[in-house]
């Protein structure tokens, strides 16, 4: 099998892009691969994506690019200038649900609909009292996903316009991962590009287990939970708030679906045996070498390596 080289993630927002892209950093890095830069700051996100904007670029495909993955607006016939006709396509979404809680955290000083709002409860119960579509950044409240593919996010829910929608993603990206099932869609990912295991291997480093439940957080947000907005919801306004994103929750349910039409395919029992595992409790990991240091209340998470490993393979 011959490894595909060259690549684009459409980079959407708030849905674990961004680990992705760094995977793609490292696998292009080792390989002395071109990579598909922004002049400045992003590829003139939120404006539609323009070849011109791409550093080192000298009129279609004059430059020879292989990696193509900040954030930008998709916009195809100019993406076509910059990259080979044999590009790899796909991109990654995420639940509508908990792309809003994220964005309203991130955003909450940039999207002006989320300024005026005391939280995202206050902006789920009466969202026209706050969004107007024609202010700047106001795209990060409605339809994130649908905007970053390059339609419009203010446009009125349709089953006719949903299924347009996804058709022109079908005809253009070959796979669409979902966060929500991360490791299950970088196995996918991995095969249908042929690259070796090691470039899609990534860790949650210094992952503190939350008191009184199974879930993890990230060890950068620790002690900083005072800063975050109000993002507590209702099952009401959950449901709410995916009508308020029906372009996006349509998009989420329809490739949500192929993901786990495509992992029967796969073969399920073939996916448990190469996905690596979640982080576990430092006191279930038998090697004491590699059990996480552990400070303070937070109980850091690690790694238990599979038994049976060589010496070389544990220590790579």
């Known amino acids: ?106 955003y909450k000083e940039v999207a002006p609909a989320f300024q005026k709002a005391k939280g995202l409860g206050d902006f789920v119960d ?55 099932y991360f490791d299950e869609s970088m196995i996918l990912l991995r095969h249908a590009l042929y690259w070796p295991l090691d470039a899609v291997v990534s860790f949650s480093l210094n992952a503190a287990a ?10 950068s947000w620790v002690g900083k939970a005072a800063m975050l907005p109000n993002l507590s919801l209702t099952d009401r306004q959950r449901e709410k708030l995916r009508q308020w994103n029906a372009l996006d ?9 192929t993901l786990w039409e495509d992992i029967d395919k796969f073969g399920r029992a073939q996916m448990e045996q190469e996905d690596g595992g979640k982080p576990v409790e430092a006191y279930r990991i038998r090697d004491k070498n590699i059990r996480p240091f552990q400070s303070g209340v937070v109980k850091i998470l690690g790694y238990e390596l599979q038994p049976g490993l060589d010496n070389a393979t544990r220590t790579a």
């Open 210 to 219: 939350k008191s009184g439940s199974n879930s993890v957080m990230s060890g």
């Open 126 to 180: 009466d969202p026209n009292k706050y969004y107007d579509p024609r202010l700047c950044n106001n795209h990060y409240a409605r339809n994130l996903l649908w905007f970053d593919f390059g339609m419009d996010n203010n446009a009125n829910f349709s089953v006719e316009l949903a299924q347009h929608g996804e058709a022109m993603i079908r005809q253009t990206f070959r796979l669409i991962l979902v966060s929500e």
């Open 1 to 106: 099998m011959i490894i595909q080289k060259i690549v684009i993630i459409l980079k959407t927002h708030k849905t674990a892009s961004s680990t992705v892209l760094n995977m793609l950093y490292r696998f292009g890095e080792e390989r002395n691969l071109r990579f598909a830069l922004p002049l400045g700051y992003q590829l003139r996100y939120p404006l539609p994506f323009n070849a011109h904007r791409v550093k080192g670029y000298r009129g279609p495909r004059a430059t020879e690019f292989h990696i193509m993955g900040n954030h930008m607006r998709f916009n195809k016939p100019e993406v076509e200038k910059v990259m080979p006709a044999d590009t790899f396509y796909f991109s990654i979404i995420r639940d509508p649900v908990a792309l809003a809680e994220s964005s309203f955290a991130y």
């Open 249 to 257: 929750w349509y998009l989420y349910k329809t490739f949500n679906r």
